[in-house]
């Protein structure tokens, strides 16, 4: 009897301490999910996933959704560039999604606590992650990341909470709501005065690509400025339009799309057309830094606070008066765990800062003049005018 009680007492202590090893969770679609009180191995869902899970611990990765590129890797713990790449875990689009077979093969390694998902919630998540975590026997959780107000209390404290990282969750909350709090009071004074602006995200010939109001990728953008492109009627690299088009906003400030060999921002300071706008002869136009990722976004994810930062200072240094060189290290060391040094730093923001005085007057008495604004809308209605005939004839 004394050994039936000592093996009886031995399961109950065994029983009730693999109850206290795990927890539930209620993810932003209202999915209650049982997970570890410690979590120890989590792959992320998608491209954002990825880059909102580095900044709360990169330690936590068993594997990435995308492989990383060479600009990208320098500033990735080189752990993670060996690690299993995914792919999508999850999509509201079939096509791009991981069959649940294949999820659960990848389990058989990498023991994967829970799959982190985020983003903007779905109409159709819910029952899709309780559908793919039913057939794969994984946890998936998802957390809204959407709009730059909902990072600090509703994303990093929730992520915190989930991750069991509730300290580290806190540390990014509050150091995201004390800059939006800053950005709040400073575009206050700023009120009227907003410059205007426009953020070319693609150029090819006569086909400029730009980010229009209204869209996600574009919330930066209407924040800090005027933006001049019309609502935006797709997403991803944005509207297209005519160099006419562009011509006839004449915005005060050009924000231009990082490309290898900094192409597009070459184009604009040396194409005569381009240079008949007032931005361009006034030095107004800065090339978005890009590492590792890109600051205006691509996917619009956490780095989207840095091009904040980045362009409260340049268009409105009076009212945003910090020392920028300071405060893109700061958010660097704090989000991405990378110290850069001073030559890391220029090569970042070789094209995103304004020209000292003495080279600006210089390079624009060397140019050669750019041609009258109104001219070059003339000529080019003109040349529409003349294609017109021509079809018309043909």
């Given at each position: 009897m004394l050994v039936v009680l000592v093996l009886l007492s031995g399961t109950a202590v065994a029983f009730c301490s693999a109850a206290e090893e795990t927890r539930t969770f209620v993810d932003d679609v209202g999915r209650e999910i049982t997970l570890p009180v410690k979590i120890d191995a989590v792959s992320p869902s998608g491209p954002l996933a990825q880059i909102v899970l580095y900044s709360v611990d990169q330690d936590l990765f068993v594997s990435v959704s995308s492989e990383f590129t060479d600009a990208q890797a320098k500033y990735i713990d080189p752990r993670l560039l060996t690690l299993p790449v995914t792919g999508q875990f999850y999509s509201s689009k079939a096509a791009t999604m991981n069959p649940p077979e294949s999820i659960m093969e990848l389990n058989k390694n990498l023991n994967i606590d829970v799959v982190l998902d985020i983003g903007e919630a779905k109409e159709t998540m819910k029952p899709d992650l309780d559908d793919i975590q039913s057939k794969t026997g994984v946890a998936f959780a998802f957390v809204t990341q959407n709009k730059l107000e909902e990072i600090p209390p509703a994303s990093y404290v929730k992520l915190g909470e989930l991750l069991s990282r509730p300290e580290r969750g806190q540390e990014l909350s509050d150091y995201v709501s004390a800059l939006l709090a800053e950005f709040d009071t400073g575009m206050k004074e700023v009120g009227d005065n907003k410059k205007s602006l426009i953020y070319v995200t693609a150029i090819d010939g006569n086909s400029i690509s730009m980010i229009g109001k209204g869209s996600y990728h574009a919330e930066v953008i209407d924040y800090v400025g005027n933006n001049l492109a019309k609502p935006a009627t797709t997403g991803g690299p944005g509207d297209e339009y005519t160099m006419e088009d562009i011509l006839q906003l004449n915005p005060d400030y050009i924000i231009v799309g990082y490309v290898d060999g900094h192409a597009y921002y070459n184009t604009i300071m040396t194409d005569p057309m381009w240079r008949s706008l007032s931005a361009v002869r006034n030095g107004n136009v800065y090339e978005a830094p890009y590492g590792p990722y890109s600051w205006m976004g691509g996917p619009p994810s956490i780095q989207r606070l840095l091009s904040m930062i980045w362009l409260g200072n340049l268009m409105y240094p009076d009212v945003f008066d910090?020392?920028?060189?300071?405060?893109?290290?700061?958010?660097?060391?704090?989000?991405?765990?990378?110290?850069?040094?001073?030559?890391?730093?220029?090569?970042?923001?070789?094209?995103?800062?304004?020209?000292?005085?003495?080279a600006s007057a210089q390079a624009t008495t060397q140019a050669p003049p750019a041609p009258p604004l109104f001219g070059v809308l003339a000529g080019l209605a003109a040349a529409a005018a003349v294609a017109g005939r021509g079809g018309r004839n043909r």
């Open positions: 910090y020392d920028i060189d300071y405060r893109v290290k700061e958010f660097y060391t704090l989000f991405f765990r990378y110290d850069l040094t001073d030559a890391e730093l220029d090569d970042l923001m070789v094209y995103a800062k304004p020209a000292p005085a003495s």
